[in-house]
């Protein structure tokens, strides 16, 4: 019996150390998982077995090792420990608790994450949509860009070869800013710009142009309209043009040009934001050439007209009001396809349509 003692006590001793380690490791365990309903009712047995003494540990330290076992193999949902990195997808919101041993344990909520992926449907859906307003507000403001004017054309030919004198000095010493130049036949003084989205716009244009007769009878008085250009002058150094001299005839053009646009204005052919009048003759014009800035040209430097700054170009006679397209083919002398015009005669004012 006592040699049989002696024997055992080894064996014993070896089992408690193991119970001992068994039971660090199971205490550890419990507090990493105390927060979890389903793992706690799953470890029910799991702490009775802790406070079984030593004897019995064979069949209780199984137990233990195969519940830790089947806690081991939980859904990919859960994870523990600070090396274990917890990767979500984008539709995953997940909570993180800290255990009191220092882990840290994650665990996807279902409502949380249902929340999270309303959120993200939401943010989607509210890009989309602002990128749909953005889309819209483009396409309406690039639809509601000018495509006709109302203008008075230049027919003087002292004023033509004016113009011409000063685009060939300017071209002497800045031979890039071709494209820049406006053909002289196409050379006028603008009115007012709109959009007339429409062949029944264009034509009620047509039509509200040949009413305003009788009320510029009125504003003329019978004698005719002379305005005299003189001097050079610029819009920011990128529009280049030849200015109306002061004088009695700038209030009545002013006159006329708010006659117009007051007619333009009742019938809804003219858009909110419309640029007040300043009458002149564009002679440059940057935006021609758009390549120009890419060759470092943002400007025309007033040096290159600055002997013209003062010259007279001439007296214009304004002999008629057309109704022009900026878009559609130029006519064959040049200028501009007018829809209609408004002959200027003065005994007695009439229109005529353009075929």
């Known amino acids: 019996m006592l040699f049989g003692l002696v024997l055992l006590s080894p064996i014993r001793s070896k089992c408690s150390k193991i119970v001992c380690l068994y039971k660090v490791f199971a205490v550890t365990e419990l507090l990493s998982f105390r927060r979890l309903h389903t793992l706690s009712t799953s470890h029910c047995g799991y702490g009775s077995a802790l406070k079984s003494s030593a004897h019995r540990f064979g069949l209780k330290a199984q137990s233990c ?47 949380s994450t249902k929340k999270k992926r309303k959120r993200k449907r939401g943010d989607i859906g509210g890009r989309l949509d602002s990128e749909e307003v953005a889309e819209k507000k483009k396409k309406n403001k690039e639809s509601q860009r000018p495509n006709y004017f109302v203008s008075i054309p230049i027919t ?29 036949p196409t050379l006028h003084i603008t009115l007012l710009v709109t959009h007339l989205a429409s062949q029944e716009q264009v034509d009620l244009a047509a039509t509200v142009l040949a009413e305003v007769e009788s009320s510029l009878a009125e504003l003329l008085c019978g004698r005719d309209l002379l305005l005299p250009f003189s001097g050079i002058g610029h819009f920011r150094k990128e529009v280049v043009f030849v ?36 009458p002149h003759i564009t002679i440059m014009k940057l935006s021609r050439a758009s390549k120009l800035r890419s060759q470092g040209i943002k400007r025309v430097d007033p040096a290159l007209y600055c002997n013209y700054t003062n010259k007279f170009f001439g007296d214009q006679t304004v002999e008629r009001v057309d109704l022009c397209s900026m878009l559609k083919k130029k006519q064959q002398d040049g200028y501009y396809h007018t829809e209609t015009s408004l002959q200027l005669d003065l005994n007695p004012l009439h229109v005529k349509r353009s075929i």
């Open 156 to 184: 003087n030919t002292q004023i033509s070869s004016a113009v011409i004198q000063v685009q060939e000095a300017v071209l002497q010493q800045e031979p890039r800013l071709a494209k820049a130049m406006i053909p002289v």
């Open 65 to 111: 090792l195969y519940r830790l076992t089947v806690c081991d193999m939980q859904p990919a949902s859960i994870s523990y420990g600070k090396e274990t990195p917890v990767i979500a997808s984008d539709d995953d919101e997940e909570e993180v608790q800290q255990s009191p041993g220092g882990s840290t344990v994650s665990v996807s909520s279902p409502a």
């Open 243 to 278: 200015g109306l001299a002061p004088g009695q005839h700038r209030h009545t053009l002013d006159s006329l040009a708010e006659l117009l646009r007051s007619r333009f204005e009742e019938q809804g052919l003219l858009q909110e934001g419309n640029r007040g009048f300043e």
